[in-house]
């Protein structure tokens, strides 16, 4: 979003500033200015990129027939075109239990939950379903923070 604002300020103020207004300081400052804040918006979608990718693509890993339960609200909004078919579920701390409980009535094979870390910097509890217990904890690099995923499998 960035990006296209600056490239529209810096088109607009390269022609502006056409003739004897382009030698003045407070110009080519303003023409500077733009020019950094548009590099600093690429170098941040280029990395931002990077890491969306890597952890859709590190998602996309997970057993065909899981059910996803997400305590990061928005990483399936960031993640939609990896998650395709796959049954996904977001929900905050709040509504995490009631999600919990709605994947475990769908009886899938296997429950992934993915949870960011504690506020507080303690290790996030796993999730309790009845019918299922863990197999498996990783972590996955996320934006701002590496995200817990748990895989519970059917009893």
Known sequence: YLLLTSLLLLILAAVALEGPVRRTVPARALLGITLVVGLA???????????VGGTGAALDELPADTV??????QLGRELGSWYRDRRWLSADAGSLDDALGVAGAADPPSITVIQPPAEDGSEVETPIVDGYHLTTTTSVRSLGHDLDVRILVRD
Do not use: F, I, M
């Open 41 to 51: 918006g690429l170098g941040w979608h280029a990395h931002r990129t990077d890491v």
């Open 68 to 73: 996803v339960v997400s305590a990061a609200p």
